[in-house]
């Protein structure tokens, strides 16, 4: 039995025995079936359940609540099962959810609510980036004093991981969009018999833009990633806290060195990308219009201006900044879970591309405005 009556002077109570769980379902709803067709119970007691489960604890407080709405005065000897609470608390989030939900209009409180929010946030996010900015400034203005704390093997490591080992994807998208950007042109060039000018087209495209914007988006998309996604896992792992304890800068540790790293992998990568790109259009040239790369070669030298090869490389050093920046700064922010180093690192990858080509149309203006 589950349960037993006993009277003490006019108030009958119910006392609940044994194990109330999901293993005994079927008895627990034939023993609520008995006491909901018999008489009425002032006052029932928990104290003699052995074993409760949720699906016990949801069967009595449905039976105590459907006994409340008939009329039933019930009072609870000792204490109600913690289960209840829960279940109270489940319900309660639930009823206020579901009102959420029917609510249609959107009041003016809520939407200043919102755009206050979202103001505080912004602001927030605005000062941390200032700060770490400023931080990695600070770092760096130290780490010069000395060459101890530039941790130069730190400084060779990124550059094998970001530049070298780069070398092969981006010698090869480099060759296929000079490949691309040479084909389309000297099918339009060929309408107007000006087939040599393909040269010109792709020489001035892939050393002014597309060798450097190409590259920077690659890196950011090999290398942004990597930078957010291994700071993150130290951020989980509780090791940035270790080297704070050890007394060590983590952003000297961490921070300068992919910074300084790929600042000097960067602008090498764009030099590959541009002789790649140069390949590529000499190779279309000669297979497509006929170009031999005796002609090629003087032509590229006509087409080039005193600017055209350092216009892209100056913005190397600016894209490369741009990515390291972003990319720590992303992996610093990771707290708690796997599921903020996921979406943290895939958005140093969006931050990072799209801050690459917003600098690069600001180059593009100031380089149109300086006749460069």
């Known amino acids: 039995m589950l349960f037993e009556e006993e009277r003490s002077g006019d108030q009958p109570t119910l006392r609940l025995r044994g194990a109330w769980c999901i293993d005994n379902l079927s008895e627990m709803e034939s023993a609520l079936a008995q006491l909901e067709a018999g008489r009425g119970h002032s006052r029932i007691d928990f104290s003699g359940i052995q074993t409760l489960d949720l699906s016990g604890a949801w069967l009595l407080r449905n ?28 319900l309660q989030q639930q009823a206020s959810k579901a009102a ?7 009041s003016l409180r809520d939407a200043v609510i919102w755009v ?23 770092t760096m203005v130290r780490a010069m004093r000395s060459v101890h704390h530039l941790r130069l093997p730190s400084i060779a490591r990124h550059i ?47 050393l002014r833009e597309m060798g450097v914007l190409l590259t920077s988006i690659i890196v ?16 989980l792992n509780d090791e940035i806290d270790a ?3 050890m007394g060590v800068d ?36 000669s297979q497509l219009l006929d170009i031999s790369l005796s002609q090629f070669i003087p032509r590229v030298q006509d087409a080039l201006a005193p600017t055209t090869f350092w216009a892209g490389l100056v913005k190397a050093p600016v894209f490369a900044i741009l990515i390291a920046l972003v990319g720590t700064y992303r992996g610093m922010q990771v707290r708690d879970s796997s599921r903020e180093l996921g979406r943290l690192t895939t958005v140093a990858v969006v931050q990072s591309i799209f801050l690459v080509i917003f600098a690069d149309a600001i180059f593009a203006v100031v380089f149109v405005e300086l006749d460069f």
């Open 116 to 138: 206050g929010r979202s103001g505080v946030q912004q602001a927030k996010n605005t000062r941390d980036a200032v700060g770490f900015f400023g931080r990695i400034v600070m």
């Open 160 to 206: 094998y991981e970001t530049g070298i080992q780069a070398i092969p994807i981006v010698s090869l998208i480099a060759f296929l969009i000079s490949v691309i950007v040479a084909y389309l042109g000297a099918q339009q060039l060929r309408t107007f018999g000006a087939e040599i000018f393909t040269v010109d087209l792709v020489t001035i495209a892939v």
């Open 63 to 90: 039976w105590v609540e459907r006994r409340k709405s008939v009329g039933a005065n019930m009072t609870v000897v000792g204490e109600r099962p913690p289960h209840f609470a829960f279940l109270d608390e489940l």
């Open 100 to 106: 959420v939900a029917e609510s249609d209009e959107t």
């Open 250 to 285: 983590f952003y000297e540790v961490l921070v300068l060195p992919r910074l300084i790293g790929l600042l000097i992998a960067l602008p090498l990568l764009t030099i590959v990308a541009d002789a790649m790109g140069l390949v590529g259009g000499a190779l279309l040239s």
């Open 220 to 235: 950011a998309g090999r290398s942004g990633s990597a930078f957010a996604a291994e700071i993150g896992v130290m951020r």
């Open 243 to 245: 080297l704070q304890s």
